[in-house]
């Protein structure tokens, strides 16, 4: 259905797209599942645009279930396949910003989505803002990217 949306824009809004932002966690099943599997059709669609995924990855010490690191290994080969540029954030890292710079005691989910949001605009400010180092999403995979499979930071 989400490619036929796509389809559905017509060939002008998809000529100026330069590409997909997806943003999902590894750790359950949604994300990793659902999540991978969205990219790969995406990607089968539109092999020719970019695919840059803000990936939150588990951690043993806040954990929620048992399988997420099993969903994390398993959807991590679907991200080298098929994304361009992966921005890894760890969940453990969030709590810890949360904790020790904001000072919160138990910070929720809006805290920490807060956080990812902040990151993303940061990532992303070169492709709204005009400016000597505006680029686009290529650009930034061509200066960031050494490798084509090693394309994942941490964030």
Do not use: W
């Amino acid at each position: 259905r989400l490619c036929h949306g796509f389809r559905a824009q017509g060939g002008g809004v998809m000529r100026l797209l330069q590409g997909f932002q997806v943003c999902h966690s590894l750790g359950g099943g949604t994300g990793s599942g659902m999540g991978t599997l969205l990219i790969s059709k995406i990607r089968e669609e539109y092999p020719d645009r970019m695919m840059l995924t803000f990936s939150v990855v588990p951690s043993p010490k806040v954990s929620d279930t048992v399988v997420e690191p099993y969903n994390a290994t398993l959807s991590v080969h679907q991200l080298v396949e098929n994304a361009d540029e992966c921005m890894v954030l760890d969940n453990e890292a969030l709590y810890d910003i949360c904790f020790r710079t904001l000072k919160l005691t138990t910070p929720t989910f809006g805290d920490l989505n807060h956080l990812i949001s902040a990151v993303m605009s940061g990532v992303t400010c070169c492709l709204r803002f005009p400016g000597q180092l505006n680029a686009d999403l290529r650009k930034l995979a061509v200066n960031l990217v050494p490798f084509p499979r090693l394309h994942f930071f941490m964030v």
